[in-house]
């Protein structure tokens, strides 16, 4: 195993903010819960200076950076078009208040309240320097999302639906925000659930190919996806049986 490079980082983990970005989960438009982080990576070695004087005015002050992130929303009045907006205003705030030393940016928004029957959504940007946001490479991710489905090979498992949970992760092309509107991530897990309502599986193998596929052909800015799956009923012994399958966009085209 290769040595870690050397990496600084400062960060701010889940930010509280309230925030109208779009719809809810019940399609409505108004202010719900948004958890925020920002990483700061900075040129590698930049946090020995504050590491030898002590004080943090050699550093990134993540008070600054917290402020300078809740200023902006505030003005905003808390309302944007989508979540990636705001994730660009906050972008800005950070390469705005580290300058130099920021090789790039890391936005994490987290929306508990986002999808229905799922445990976690959450839009995450990296924007290189001298970059924006909407240039920047995007992973979504659906946490423990609830899927009722007729699975197995066992005949008490034919006879009714079991609980799988599902962990979906969406990588977008690089600069694929300029290509065209925003990818609707709720109406494709809405879609996933609805195909999936309607048919039944013997392998988990078949039932997490078909959800990465309709995932990679759900809009031209996917790249690759990624779908984890477990039967937390399949064993007595065991927390839970799983399959875990990638795929980029050409498998299926």
């Given at each position: ?16 903010l309230s ?18 982080s920002?990483?700061?990576h900075?040129?590698?070695?930049f ?9 943090v ?34 972008t ?18 987290q ?24 240039d ?10 609830v ?8 005949p ?12 979906i992760?969406?990588f ?32 988990l ?12 052909l ?36």
């Open positions: 195993m290769s040595a870690a490079e050397a990496t600084d980082v400062v960060f701010v983990d889940t930010l509280q925030a109208t970005i779009g719809k809810d989960c019940w399609d409505r438009v108004r202010d719900q819960v948004v958890l925020l920002i990483y700061l900075l040129t590698p070695t946090l020995d200076a504050s590491a030898r004087t002590d004080n005015g050699d550093s990134v002050h993540y008070g600054h950076l917290t402020k300078a992130i809740s200023s902006r929303v505030t003005k905003r009045k808390g309302s944007y078009t989508d979540v990636h907006a705001l994730i660009e205003d906050a800005e705030a950070a390469f705005e208040l580290a300058r130099e030393p920021a090789d790039a940016i890391r936005v994490v928004v929306l508990p309240k986002q999808i229905l029957l799922a445990d976690g959504f959450s839009v995450e940007v990296t924007t290189p320097k001298g970059g924006i946001a909407r920047g490479r995007t992973v979504v991710r659906v946490k423990d999302l899927l009722p489905v007729l699975i197995g090979v066992n008490p498992e034919r006879l009714a639906k079991q609980r799988v949970l599902a962990n992760t969406f977008e092309r690089a600069g694929a925000g300029h290509t065209g509107s925003a990818v609707d991530y709720p109406e494709i897990v809405k879609k996933m659930s609805a195909e999936i309502d309607n048919t039944d599986f013997e392998t193998e078949k039932f997490v190919l078909e959800i990465v596929r309709t995932g990679c759900a809009s031209e800015a996917i790249e690759a996806v990624t779908v984890r799956c477990q039967k937390p009923s399949a064993l007595s012994f065991a927390q839970s049986s799983g399959v875990e399958i990638t795929r980029r966009r050409e498998a299926f085209i």
